[in-house]
């Protein structure tokens, strides 16, 4: 029996009033989905390291094969997004999570056994990456809207902060691991391990015990287009999801082109292009910790947004060094910056979306995310008459410019207040499950 004063947490068990010691890890649903999810990020760094290595080094196919690759993985999560959030709105969350990550696992697993056996060919592997790449899209806005039934939404930020410390503590470590294991094992069992790890992830979210999902409004519209019209009708909504745009397609730039500034802008070779990737990840690592007391604070929408400002800066910064110390601190910087500002973003709309529309505007947030792909297309081309440092601090500058603007016109944004009453913020479109 709950003592006095005490509130049961999701998972069932008593906690004090007041913030959880350790946030989102204070309720067990949730260390439970963050466990699944380490699983699942885990496999997925053997994927994206050995698909570049079956392409051109197993099937003997030329470097170009890759972009086909990656492309056909892009096109449907971009292509798909917005409409697997429409089904996270009208269908089981957890069903459709366990059944797009169970058939996921399928997927790493056929292409695993057809390496193995010397069966693969490069349309096999682009057919897997079409597969694969419309699993995540469908399945991805469901991961995301079960959160506010796990938690509540007094540590959305830790929980928010937790997730995204998965990704880039895998962008440090997850490449050096994975292409280890793989000059070790293989490069059809690597495929393999990505299946366990999706496997993995699948029975433990299949096994959450979460709160009931809020009924859905009498008569309400759950088309793709009502979603659409929100997001365009509430200048909040619009100016955070446009911020993840920008950076997606032009802030960004920065990650595709950091071989060319290591070679031939800085002269560091591998070496120093490795230096200059793990202070990214590291910077963006402690980023997304702070996040766990910024993303709550009463100050986080000015927060989100004066780090956006200072993000495109400190890419143009980068663009613009030639010294190699320079550059490895405005990286560092740049991780950290970009990690502050995205995360509260993702806090933000966790918290104040209304429950109806929770998957849809995840899944649109999700798209947003995904046209990194179409953004490096750009930018690779944009590189090729403009220069790779021109074209790196247009991409980071448009993205300051973008920020001054939600600044100017979103003072919504701006006011945000701090999230210590467990719940949305006055006045605004409650966000609990």
């Known amino acids: 029996m709950a ?52 392409v051109v080094v197993v099937l003997d196919r030329s470097p170009i094969w890759i972009g086909i690759v990656g492309l056909a993985q892009a096109i449907p999560t971009i292509v798909l997004s ?35 056996t010397g069966r693969a060919n490069i349309w096999l592997v682009i057919a897997w990456a079409l597969w694969s790449g419309a699993l995540t899209a469908i399945g991805n806005p469901s991961l995301q809207s079960i959160l506010p039934r796990l938690i509540e939404m007094r540590a959305m930020a830790s929980a928010v902060a937790f997730n995204s410390a998965i990704w880039n503590s895998m962008r440090i470590v997850g490449p050096a691991i994975a292409g280890v294991m793989i000059a070790v094992i293989g490069t059809g069992q690597a495929f393999l391990v990505t299946a366990v790890g999706f496997g993995a992830s699948t029975l433990l979210l ?26 365009a ?46 202070c990214a990840g590291v910077g963006a690592l402690l980023g997304t910790l702070s996040v766990v007391r910024l993303g709550a604070g009463r100050h986080r929408g000015r927060v989100m947004i004066f780090a956006a400002m200072l993000f495109g800066l400190l890419v143009a910064g980068f663009a613009a060094s030639t010294w190699f110390s320079l550059s490895l601190a405005m990286l560092f910087a740049v991780g950290f910056t970009s990690s502050v500002y995205l995360n509260v973003g993702m806090t933000t709309l966790q918290v104040m979306v209304p429950n109806e529309l929770r ?7 999700s798209m947003t995310w995904f046209l990194t792909s179409v953004g490096s297309f750009v930018v690779g ?53």
Request: no cysteine.
């Open 359 to 365: 998957g849809r505007v995840m899944g649109i947030w």
């Open 206 to 231: 299949g096994a959450l015990r979460m709160r009931p999902a809020p009924p859905a409004a009498a008569g309400g519209d759950r088309s793709l287009m009502s979603g659409l019209r929100y997001i």
């Open 82 to 116: 917005v409409p697997g959030g429409v089904l996270a709105d009208r269908l089981d969350n957890k069903r459709l999570i366990t059944v797009s990550q169970g058939l996921a696992t399928l997927v790493h697993l056929g292409l695993a056994l057809l390496v193995v």
């Open 233 to 278: 009708g509430h200048r909040l909504f619009l100016a955070v999801i446009g911020l993840s745009f920008f950076s997606s397609v032009f802030g960004m730039s920065y990650q595709l082109l950091m071989p060319i500034f290591a070679d031939e802008v800085l002269g560091v070779g591998s070496v120093g292009f490795g230096f200059m990737e793990t």
């Open 3 to 54: 003592s006095p004063g005490s509130r049961a947490s999701p998972g069932g068990g008593e906690r004090e009033p007041g913030a959880p010691r350790f946030g989102a890890f204070s309720y067990g649903p949730y260390r439970q989905y963050w466990f699944a999810s380490l699983a699942r990020v885990f496999g997925l760094q053997f994927s994206l390291i050995a698909s570049g290595w079956l």
């Open 381 to 433: 081309a944009a590189a090729e008459v403009l220069g790779v440092s021109v074209t790196v601090a247009i991409g980071g500058l448009a993205v300051t410019a973008f920020a001054v603007g939600v600044y100017a016109a979103s003072p919504e944004l701006r006011r945000l207040p701090a999230l210590d009453e467990g719940r949305a913020p006055a006045g605004a479109p409650a966000g609990g499950g």
